[in-house]
T-cell receptor, first 114, second 113 residues
Framework: AQSVSQHNHHVILSEAASLELGCNYS??????LFWYVQYPGQHLQLLLK??????LVKGIKGFEAEFIKSKFSFNLRKPSVQWSDTAEYFC????????????FGGGTRLMVKP | NAGVTQTPKFQVLKTGQSMTLQCAQD?????MYWYRQDPGMGLRLIYY???????DKGEVPNGYNVSRLNKREFSLRLESAAPSQTSVYFC????????????FGPGTRLTVT
């Protein structure tokens, strides 16, 4: 079965540090890729998405992600994190255009120290 | 627009009790979803409704039932709650077609003792 892996479960950074969160999936076919963020006590919000075209995707709040098909990866990056980026981040994938089946990774909990 | 709303926000049940979680969206979306969120496991799909009048099982449907009442509303029912159903439940919705992004409600935190 297709799966999504986020290898970093907890990440602690200081403000202004650079961020990269890993996301890998196990499928060689068509994928649509998403990063969601869940701030403490809030619901999931879409950070960015990749459907087709330029593999470098820019999202809200200075986040970006790069789709590398050969590595089955869609890593999330931010050059300089802020305390307000403290949240849990989820990578999610739609495999083979099965639009109703959004498969989530286990999440990465990011804490940014002021 | 309120987006996706869920009631209640919190609920405590005893083992064997039943309850229904309510979800509504005002975005005229076609598809609606119920997920559960457990630590370290991300979100897992319980049931979904691709369109009004249809429902389908997701990854973890056992112990749950759903009703797509109309285009706006999609409810999740636990007939006989078990401690393993302690979780945070999220409802989501989306328009038909690409790019498949879903919009989530605020969640219901359920504890079964």
């Amino acid at each position: 079965a297709q799966s999504v892996s986020q290898h970093n479960h907890h990440v602690i950074l200081s403000e202004a540090a650079s961020l990269e969160l890993g996301c890998n999936y196990s499928y060689g076919g068509t994928v649509n890729l998403f990063w969601y963020v869940q701030y403490p006590g809030q619901h999931l919000q879409l950070l960015l998405k990749y459907f087709s075209g330029d593999p470098l995707v820019k999202g809200i709040k200075g986040f970006e992600a790069e789709f590398i098909k050969s590595k089955f990866s869609f890593n999330l990056r931010k050059p300089s994190v802020q305390w307000s980026d403290t949240a849990e981040y989820f990578c999610a994938v739609v495999f083979n255009n099965a639009g109703n089946m959004l498969t989530f990774g286990g999440g990465t909990r990011l804490m940014v120290k002021p | 627009n309120a987006g996706v709303t869920q009631t209640p926000k919190f609920q405590v049940l005893k083992t064997g009790q039943s309850m229904t979680l309510q979800c509504a969206q005002d975005m005229n979306h076609n598809s609606m979803y119920w997920y559960r969120q457990d630590p370290g496991m991300g979100l897992r799909l319980i049931y979904y409704s691709a369109s009004e009048g249809t429902t389908d099982k997701g990854e973890v449907p056992n112990g749950y039932n759903v009703s797509r009442l109309n285009k706006r509303e999609f409810s999740l029912r636990l007939e006989s709650a078990a401690p393993s159903q302690t979780s945070v439940y999220f409802c989501a919705s989306r328009l038909a077609g690409v790019p498949y992004e879903q919009y989530f409600g605020p969640g219901t935190r359920l504890t079964v003792t």
